[in-house]
């Protein structure tokens, strides 16, 4: 049997609102609490769009300039329009956005920036686009270091952010983001009891290091399921 991602179907085939406002207005009622959507087109000046809340309890509207969970709804409309792009040959995916936008990319993943501003940012896999070991992102959040190995110093190392600031974006933050603060992110009572054991301190080993850290035990809700002394030696 095949997974169908009917979700996904639905979105492709049905015919979309007539304008950008339109569809912020009809996604806003798929759980959102605010949105916003920022259109940047050549020629043109920038546009936002706004609906839902900033702050619901206290009823503050949504506004562009404010800074809230943010959720990335849009990977199905980009991938197909790059590919088309693609197609008119006014695309190459053999370039980078570095190629492309030489200016725009030094604000690509500005997370001190964000941090600095007061916004909460959380961390999470999107594997198989990137790895899915947490270790390897923090690793990549707190040295910059790129896989291809041209830009040893870090990808815009400025934008660098300590250990800390990782492991809190990866647990804390990642439970805000999914509305689970009151049972998960943090060890507190009352809380589910999900961590692990590591190898070594994360946030004094060199930043280097980080990637090739081992995880020795992990529990879920306060059960071990996982054991690296248990697990089966690996034949030389």
């Known amino acids: 049997m095949f997974f169908v991602p009917w979700i996904l179907v639905k979105a492709w085939i049905l015919p979309l609102p007539d304008t950008v406002q ?4 009809e996604a806003i009622g798929h759980g959102f609490d605010g949105m916003i959507v920022y259109v940047d ?3 043109k000046p920038p546009e936002f769009y706004t609906a839902g809340w900033k702050d619901r309890e206290n009823k503050l509207p ?3 300039k404010s800074l809230f969970k943010i959720g990335s709804i849009s990977k199905l409309y980009t991938a197909v329009a790059a ?3 693609v197609k008119e040959k006014r695309l190459s995916f053999n370039k980078t956005l570095a190629d492309y936008l030489p200016e725009r ?10 941090i600095d501003a007061g916004a909460i ?4 896999s999107d594997w198989p686009v990137a790895s899915a070991s947490p270790l390897e992102g923090i690793y990549a959040a707190v040295t910059r270091i790129t896989l291809d190995g041209k830009n040893p110093e870090g990808w815009v190392p400025k934008q660098k952010i300590t250990p800390e600031e990782a492991l809190i974006a990866y647990t804390k933050n990642g439970a805000y983001a999914s509305f689970e603060e009151n049972v998960k992110g943090t060890l507190a009572p009352g809380k589910l009891a ?3 054991i590591i190898s070594d301190d994360i946030t004094k080993v060199e930043p280097q290091k980080i990637k090739d850290l081992k995880i020795l035990k992990t529990f879920v809700g306060g059960e071990k399921v996982f054991d690296a002394n248990m697990m089966p030696k690996k034949d030389n």
């Open 22 to 25: 339109e569809q912020v207005d």
């Open 62 to 64: 949504a506004h562009h």
């Open 41 to 43: 087109q050549a020629g």
């Open 121 to 124: 940012v959380s961390f999470g």
């Open 83 to 85: 590919t088309k792009l």
């Open 194 to 196: 999900d961590f692990v």
């Open 105 to 114: 990319i030094k604000t690509t993943y500005a997370f001190k920036s964000l």
